[in-house]
């Protein structure tokens, strides 16, 4: 079965410092990958995705991940942080060429300080 | 921005109860979701919807829970008579027909069971 570990539950960094939040999956096939944000009080917002092509995946403000096969890995990176990126973070997987659901992490909770 | 909207944004029920969570897809899309976080935990699938039939479902989805859209609108999750274990926050989930594009997800329902 399909399934995603993000290692971090709560990650707390001063602003401009940069961030890594691991994800590792567990799928024998082609995947489909998928960062999601959750800003407080918002709903999941997707901030980028990986299906095909160039492994290092630029997102929205200024987020990007690196899909890594053999470490079955899809870790998100920012520079340099803001404030405004406090929010959980979760990463998902879904099963390649399937129009299925998605399989989540636990999330990671990111707390910025000003 | 079309988004998927969600009613009620709080629910209360008491243990034993019937209880409807509305979604409103974003109107071209063709597939639909339900995925449920309990607190502290994963988002967690349930069911996917497609061509007015239910395409896969999650071990959670058993007969207490049921799908419908019941007109070309709205995407219903009804629970048949709710546990203490079904507090949770839900969230539906839309997508267009091709495979490449993501889900986008409504802001969710806090479910209460008391």
């Known amino acids: 079965a399909q399934s995603v570990s993000q290692h971090n539950h709560h990650v707390i960094l001063s602003e401009a410092a940069s961030l890594e939040l691991g994800c590792n999956y567990s799928?024998?096939?082609?995947?489909?990958l998928f960062w999601y944000v959750q800003y407080p009080g918002q709903h999941l917002q997707l901030l980028l995705k990986?299906?095909?092509?160039?492994?290092l995946v630029k997102g929205i403000k200024g987020f990007e991940a690196e899909f890594i096969k053999s470490k079955f890995s899809f870790n998100l990176r920012k520079p340099s942080v803001q404030w405004s990126d406090t929010a959980e973070y979760f990463c998902?997987?879904?099963?390649?060429?399937?129009?299925?659901?998605?399989?989540f992490g636990k999330g990671t909770k990111l707390s910025v300080k000003p | 921005e079309p988004e998927v909207t969600q009613t009620p944004s709080h629910q209360v029920t008491q243990m034993g109860q019937e209880v409807i969570l509305r979604c409103v897809p974003i109107?071209?899309?063709?597939?639909f979701y339900w995925y449920r976080q309990i607190l502290g935990q994963k988002v967690e699938f349930l069911v996917s919807f497609y061509n007015n039939e239910i395409s896969e479902k999650s071990e959670i989805f058993d007969d207490q829970f049921s799908v419908e859209r019941p007109d070309g609108s709205n995407f219903t999750l009804k629970i048949r008579s709710t546990k203490l274990e079904d507090s949770a926050m839900y969230f539906c989930?839309?997508?267009?027909?091709?495979?490449?594009?993501?889900?986008?997800f409504g802001p969710g329902t806090r479910l209460t069971v008391l």
């Open positions: 998902a997987v879904r099963g390649g060429g399937s129009q299925g659901n998605l399989i």
């Open positions: 109107s071209n899309h063709l597939y």
């Open positions: 990986y299906f095909s092509g160039d492994p």
């Open positions: 989930a839309s997508k267009e027909e091709r495979s490449y594009n993501e889900q986008f």
């Open positions: 799928y024998g096939g082609t995947v489909n």
